[in-house]
Structure formats: C-alpha cells, structure tokens
C-alpha cells in the first residue's frame, strides 16, 4: 500500500455556472452532480443500521450488503434482503429531508444540471423521499442497492455507470460526488470525481481526508460554491499516474 509521501497535491475546480460571472475561467465545466440519499438529501437514520446488524446477527465490524451477498444460498440472501426492506419500510415513515434541499435541487435544475443518485438504498425508501419531498424533480440513473451488475459504493461503478449515461467519455472528472460518508468520497474520487461531504455529528473525521475536495454544513452551502466556481481543498492528493 502507497504511503502519503507518495501522492501528489491536486486542487479540484469547475467553472463557476453564474453565466454572468465577472471573470473568465479557465476551468473545465460541470456537468453534473451524483448524490447519496440517507443522510445526504434526508436526515441521517443511522439507528438502522444497528437495527439491520441485530436482525441479521452480526457485529458493527461486518458490512451488512457484503454479508447478504456472502450467504450460501439464493433463498438466505432473499430473506436477509427481506428482513432489510422490513427496517427501511419502517424507517422511510420518518424521513425527514435535510435543510436546504429543495433549495439547492431547484437551483441546480434552473442552471440545467444533471442529477444522479448513488445509494446503498433499497430502491423503495428513494422513491419514497422523491415522491415526498422533491416531487417536481428529476434524477436519472438512479442507482441503488437493486440495480443489477453493479458493485456498491466504495466502488466506483455506479458513479462510472452514470457517467457513462451522461454521454461523459473521461469517467467523473466533470462530476461533483455529494455524500455523507468515507464510502461516498472513496466512489467519487475513484471515479474521478471531486468530493463533497456533507458534515454531520458523526464524521466530522472525514474533514481532512485525502478523498474529501471540500465541506459544507448545508445543502444550500453549495449553491454559492457553484455559482462562484467550485474550488476544492489544496490538501487533495493523488497518486501519481
């Protein structure tokens, strides 16, 4: 494994998308944004997990997706899957969405941005937080723990898979990854991607990381980042090609 030492410094940028803005860019363009859902356009649930572990015997040092994949038998994965969407279902009754979402989703649909999504969600507590909170918006791919022939975050195919839909020949490097969690920053930056990560009372961690481009507190927070032109943290590092 490379140390730190072996990496190099890399400043992440997007033109600003203000078409009215005062000084010229020489940065490439966006051209699109792929979000995580739990904790990212809703507030965190992470009793769920804890929940999730228990019904399914196994300790918080397990990945709960890796264990039902690892079942022997299509009938023990189906009904740990089931047991899963049973703890979703309860929990989607209580979604709330996070500050400033619908704020920057109408923003971000007057600039002509696309969104994605990229969840390890089951596809129905998406669709139901769409359907209640962001009704008039519009999300294509949708990527969640269903879709098919897919690995999950941290690996990037789903950010690569959406890229891909775009049109978008150079895998994420015109894309922005906004997650909540190290899974969420390892996908983008594996993609290519610049990162930004939604700061909440548990990964505060994750701040100075070296797949972390840039920090907000809020959703809305990235609206003036967006119109100025994004700038990522000096401290993003790269291993060398």
């Known amino acids: ?9 890399r400043q992440r940028r997007f033109a600003p998308l203000n078409p009215s803005s005062s000084e010229p860019s020489n940065a490439p363009q966006l051209k699109g944004i792929v979000f995580d859902v739990d904790g990212t356009l809703c507030l965190p649930q992470n009793y769920m997990f804890g929940e999730m572990r228990e019904a399914l015997g196994i300790n918080k040092s397990v990945d709960i997706l890796h264990h039902i994949r690892s079942l022997p038998t299509p009938e023990a994965q189906l009904e740990a899957s089931s047991k899963i ?3 979703e279902r309860e929990a989607m009754q209580h979604q709330e969405p996070q500050p400033g979402l619908v704020e920057l989703m ?4 007057d600039r002509e941005v696309k969104r994605a999504l990229c969840t390890r969600n089951f596809e129905m507590p998406v669709t139901n937080l769409l359907q209640n909170h962001l009704p008039k918006h519009v999300f294509v791919p949708i990527i969640t723990r269903e879709t098919p022939g897919l690995l999950p975050k941290p690996d990037p195919a789903g950010i690569l898979h959406i890229a891909n839909e775009w049109g978008l020949t150079n895998g994420g490097e015109n894309l922005i990854m906004v997650g909540d969690s190290i899974d969420d920053m390892t996908a983008g930056h594996k993609a290519g991607a610049a990162t930004v990560l939604l700061l909440n009372d ?6 100075e990381h070296i797949h972390t481009d840039l920090v907000i507190e809020k959703l ?3 609206i003036d980042v967006l119109e100025n032109g994004f ?9 060398p090609s």
Do not use: C, D, Q, W
Request: glycine share 2%; net charge positive; hydrophobic share 30%.
């Open 1 to 9: 494994m490379s140390s730190v030492e072996n990496y190099s410094p």
């Open 85 to 87: 969407k049973a703890i």
């Open 106 to 109: 109408e923003y971000l649909r």
């Open 202 to 207: 548990h990964n505060a961690h994750l701040k």
């Open 220 to 222: 809305h927070e990235l």
């Open 231 to 239: 700038v990522g943290n000096k401290t993003r590092m790269e291993l």
